[in-house]
């Protein structure tokens, strides 16, 4: 198993430019969520699905939109990049949706939007 | 007030020693409260859940103290792979808060 990958691993923008970040996890779990991760905080939630066809906003879902067409993706967009959203960003899934089960993290995607 | 706060660090302690971090949370109705690991430039991973009655796995013990809101981890006989950072979890409204991290340095 895979567990949860994420593309790219790494990308520079420019401000108004627009991305996908692309989330894949192969564990049949329907539980998956956006963070981002900035220096001096912890990893903050940008969205969440609770199956596939299912999004939902978290705690700073501005200038992001998602999509979960099939249970085993989740994709990130970014319309029109701001420096504000440099940053890593993280995806995860669970099983379960109430933290009794552990998030299973991918390896980061790297931003930087000049 | 964050929902959980954490010393930052950096905690740089010789290799053998007994270390402990604190993680104060503001959130009384918190059910569940994990500790995390993160190494640095990768991905978070779960070290451990952290129980009322406190749960030890090996090295490392964490224990839940609801009166005062504080969770601890306790990490006995430091290797030096023990460096990374510790993020202290809760769960509220069926989401994960995470702390900014305490980050542990561990020196030969």
């Known amino acids: 198993n895979a567990g949860v990958t994420q593309t790219p691993k790494f990308r520079v923008l420019k401000t108004g430019q627009s991305m996908t970040l692309l989330c894949a996890q192969d564990?049949?779990?329907?539980?998956m969520y956006w963070y981002r991760q900035d220096p001096g905080m912890g990893l903050r939630l940008i969205h969440y699905?609770?199956?596939?066809?299912?999004?939902a906003k978290g705690e700073v879902p501005d200038g992001y939109n998602v999509s979960r067409l099939k249970k085993q993706n989740f994709l990130l967009g970014l319309e029109s990049a701001a420096p504000s959203q440099t940053s890593v960003y993280f995806c995860?899934?669970?099983?379960?949706?109430?933290?009794?089960?552990?998030?299973?993290f991918g390896p980061g995607t790297r931003l930087t939007v000049l | 007030r964050k929902e959980v706060e954490q010393d930052p660090g950096p905690f740089n302690v010789p290799e053998g020693a007994t270390v402990a971090f604190n993680c104060t949370y503001s959130n009384s109705a918190s059910q569940s409260f994990f500790w995390y690991r993160q190494d640095c430039r990768k991905e978070p991973k779960l070290l451990m859940s952290?129980?009322?009655s406190g749960n030890e796995d090996g090295r490392f013990t964490a224990q839940l103290n609801r009166a005062s809101q504080y969770i601890s981890l306790l990490i006995r006989d430091s290797k030096l792979s023990d460096s990374a950072t510790y993020l202290c979890v809760l769960v509220s409204s069926y989401k994960l808060i995470f702390g900014s991290g305490t980050r542990l340095l561990v020196r030969p």
């Open positions: 699905s609770v199956g596939e066809g299912t999004t």
């Open positions: 952290v129980y009322s």
């Open positions: 995860a899934s669970s099983r379960q949706l109430d933290g009794t089960d552990t998030q299973y």
């Open positions: 564990m049949n779990h329907e539980y």
